[in-house]
């Protein structure tokens, strides 16, 4: 045989999907995937059950995207999600690169009887973007944002993180509603609800939602706007993932200058009762531009508590002072690091540098202005312990946040002016019950003073008490979960149950 033969003999043979014996050429051709072995999973109902490995490898064959499988590569990684203390084993997890996969993915979770888990951040405190032998749906592929600067639109992907919304949105001049931590999801933040630095001003990240589509639990795909699908529509903004993925969303954009007034105001503990005070005075009343959220807190290690302002003031710069005239009363703080920063800067000034290293624990719920009497509860409360860090915070909310009604979209509690939270985090390795016990206790004191909570802050004992949580609109979120999941496979989320189930 001549060499140049020989050479051509070969291309064809790989071509036709031979596969030779050498590490470097197995490395360039992906081949096809092949399973290997009947796969265990659990049923909707909790029991187990045995997938045939000619129907996995159905589900592989159609994909575009991967398929990870326990024991394989890539599984251990695809299953984690941002809080160490959730452990969770999917039977299957599925990483899409656009709604072709998700539908093949929901269409073989459908016939299996599989719970489906959707991760885009997976920045759930309680771990409800993983679970344990059903299906999830790993969106970390699937991320891209595009901005239409005309339409004042942003076309962003299902997988999205918020720090690349804020970045691609910013360098046109535009923004839009989005959380405090850039390593957040777009997906679970924006059906849940979005409160963020800009809120005041823009309201919720889903009252920025134009369209979107979502694949539902039959496996189709729909867009939903307020001229298609409306119903659909409206429980996306604030019924989380009850009703399927949502692959795109459209976002609406507002012209914003890229340099704000922001950064942290650091006090001691002894000025934490005159700053609480002085912020639940007029911290309700300061103007849709001005964005401050308050804290209390002690770092692990024994270190001394501080309280502190974190500020993002978006108005016209000349009256920034004017508006934080009433907290000169507290004198010179610890640190000043308030300054003119780049916005985009800023929303990534509190992401961590290690996700990982620390379990979180959060109780949240919403108030209606602060009265004076709680402020006494939170600081009586708040106890140090060297081995965690401790921290009560309120996140500023009201504006043009209240604006919408309560029916307008399936987010009700359109009159919070605060979220108020307790945040506990402990190194994987501590006792997290006396931790646990603890954070139960001290917000025992203080839910009397909510109304309501935020569904994104939730943890699975609460989750039972949706119906009073969606108030006037609960009713017609049913109706809706009946028509688009009524064997509620999108189960792991602020649960709408179906009325058959309910
Ligand atoms: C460090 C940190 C900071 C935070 N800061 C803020 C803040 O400033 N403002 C605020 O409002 N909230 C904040 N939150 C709460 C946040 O809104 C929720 O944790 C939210 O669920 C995170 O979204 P995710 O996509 O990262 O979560 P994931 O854990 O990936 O998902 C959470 C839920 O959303 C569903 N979901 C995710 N993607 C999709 C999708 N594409 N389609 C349908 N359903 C989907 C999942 O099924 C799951 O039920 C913060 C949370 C953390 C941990």
Redesign the pocket.
């Known amino acids: 045989m001549h060499r140049r033969q020989f050479v051509g003999a070969g291309v064809g043979l790989l071509l036709a999907g031979y596969t030779l014996p050498s590490r470097a050429l197995t490395a360039v051709y992906a081949g096809l995937q092949s399973v290997d072995s009947d796969i265990q999973a659990l049923t909707l109902d909790d029991r187990q059950q045995i997938i045939p490995r000619a129907a996995v490898q159905e589900l592989a064959d159609s994909l575009r995207g991967r398929l990870l499988l326990p024991g394989k590569t890539g599984y251990e990684l695809a299953r984690q ?2 809080n160490p203390a959730i452990d969770k084993h999917p039977a299957l997890i599925v990483q899409p690169t656009g709604p072709a996969d998700v539908q093949s993915a929901v269409q073989f979770a459908g016939a299996n009887n599989l719970v489906i ?9 309680s771990g ?2 993983t679970c344990d032998g059903g299906l999830l749906i790993d ?1 970390s592929r699937y991320r891209n944002v595009h901005v239409d600067s005309e339409r004042r639109l942003a076309y962003v992907t ?2 999205s993180l918020l720090g690349a919304l804020d970045h691609e949105t910013l360098a046109r001049g535009l923004v839009t509603t989005a ?3 850039s390593h ?6 924006a ?6 630095r800009v809120g005041r001003r823009f309201g919720l ?1 889903l009252d920025n939602i134009h369209a979107v589509d979502v694949v539902g639990a039959d496996g189709q795909l729909r867009h939903a706007s307020a001229e298609e699908n409306p119903d659909l529509y409206w429980g996306v903004r604030g019924g ?2 009850n009703f ?4 795109n969303f459209e976002f609406h954009l507002h012209p914003m200058q890229r340099k704000v007034i922001g950064g942290k105001l650091m006090y001691s503990m002894d000025k934490a009762r005159a700053l609480l005070e002085t912020y639940a005075e007029h911290s309700p009343r300061m103007p849709d531009e001005m964005y401050i959220d308050c804290g209390v807190a002690y770092p692990p290690g024994g270190s001394a508590g501080f309280a502190n302002l974190d500020i993002c003031y978006s108005g016209p710069p000349a009256d920034y002072e004017k508006y934080m005239r009433p907290f000169a009363s507290l004198g010179e703080p610890l640190q000043n690091g308030v300054r003119e920063v780049d916005y985009v800067a800023l929303q990534r000034s ?1 992401d ?1 540098s290690d996700p990982r290293a620390m379990v ?1 624990y959060v109780k949240d719920g919403f108030l209606d202005g602060i009265p004076q009497a709680m402020v006494n509860d939170i600081l009586e409360g708040l106890e140090a312990d060297p081995g965690r860090f401790t921290q009560f915070y309120f ?1 500023h909310a009201g504006g043009a946040i209240g604006r919408v009604e309560p029916g307008d979209t399936a987010f009700v509690q359109r009159y919070v002016t605060h979220d108020a939270m307790v945040i506990l985090a402990w190194p994987p390795t501590a006792d997290s019950d006396k931790h646990v016990a603890y954070i139960r206790d001290y917000w025992g004191q203080l839910e009397p003073y909510t109304r309501g909570f ?1 569904t ?2 939730e943890d699975s004992a609460r989750l039972v008490q949706m119906q009073s949580n969606f108030e006037g609109n609960f009713q017609r979120l049913v109706s809706l979960k009946d028509r688009y999941d009524p064997r509620n496979l ?1 189960r ?3 649960n709408i149950k179906p009325s058959a189930m309910g």
Do not use: I, W
């Open positions: 999600v941002l888990a959707v991760k885009c951040g997976g920045h759930s405190f409800k973007s969106l299902g997988g959380g405090t931590v957040t999801g777009v997906g679970g933040l059906t849940g609800g979005g409160f963020g990240a989380g993932g399927g993925v949502v692959t509190g961590f979180s996140q935020y994104n802050v999108f792991l989320n602020a």
